[in-house]
C-alpha cells in the first residue's frame, strides 16, 4: 500500500512539473517604426532601398524599419490607404502614426522627422580611425 502511495505521487509530481509553463518572457520593447511601402521594380523605391537598410543596421535596438513590396501584397496598401509609392509611414512607439510621406524621403529627412517628432535616436557611434604613427 505504502508502495502504490509512492508510486501515485511520484507519477502526479511528474506530471505536474512536465504541464508547469515556463515562465513569460518580458515584453519587447515597443519601437518607433518607419514603414515604407513600395515596390521592389519602382524607380524612386530602389533609391530608398539602401537608405532603409542604412537605418536599420544604425539605429538597431532604436527603431523598426519595414519594407512592404505593395504590387507582391496589395492588401498591404489597401489596408494602409497608399496612393502612390513610395509612402513613409512613421510610427511611434505606441504604434500610432504621426507622420505620411510621398516619394523619395532621404536619411536626413528621416531621421530629422522622428526629431521634430519627439523620438530621439542617438547617432551611431562612428569607428575610431588608428592613429599615424609620424
Same mark, same amino acid.
Given at each position: 500500500?505504502?508502495?502504490? &502511495?509512492?508510486?501515485?505521487?511520484? &507519477?502526479?509530481?511528474?506530471?505536474? /512539473? ?6 513569460? /518572457?518580458? !515584453?519587447? #520593447?515597443?519601437?518607433? *517604426? $518607419?514603414?515604407? $511601402? ?7 523605391? /530602389?533609391?530608398? !532601398? ?9 539605429? *538597431?535596438?532604436?527603431?523598426? &524599419?519595414?519594407?512592404?513590396? &505593395? ?11 497608399? #496612393? ?35 523620438? *530621439?535616436? #542617438?547617432?551611431?557611434?562612428?569607428? #575610431? ?6
Amino acid at each position: 500500500m505504502l508502495l502504490l &502511495v509512492q508510486v501515485i505521487g511520484a &507519477v502526479y509530481t511528474a506530471k505536474s /512539473k512536465s504541464t508547469t509553463k515556463p515562465p513569460a /518572457k518580458p !515584453a519587447a #520593447k515597443k519601437l518607433p *517604426k $518607419l514603414l515604407d $511601402l513600395g515596390a521592389t521594380k519602382c524607380i524612386p523605391c /530602389k533609391m530608398m !532601398a539602401p537608405i532603409l537598410d542604412e537605418l536599420a543596421k544604425e539605429y *538597431k535596438g532604436q527603431l523598426e &524599419v519595414e519594407f512592404i513590396d &505593395v504590387w507582391k501584397n496589395p492588401d498591404a496598401a489597401e489596408k494602409y490607404q497608399i #496612393k502612390s509609392i513610395p509612402t513613409q509611414i512613421f510610427f511611434d512607439s505606441a504604434g500610432k502614426e504621426f507622420f505620411r510621406h510621398v516619394g523619395f524621403f532621404s536619411k536626413e529627412d528621416i531621421l530629422k522627422t522622428f526629431e521634430k517628432h519627439g523620438i *530621439k535616436l #542617438k547617432k551611431p557611434e562612428q569607428p #575610431k580611425k588608428p592613429e599615424q604613427k609620424k
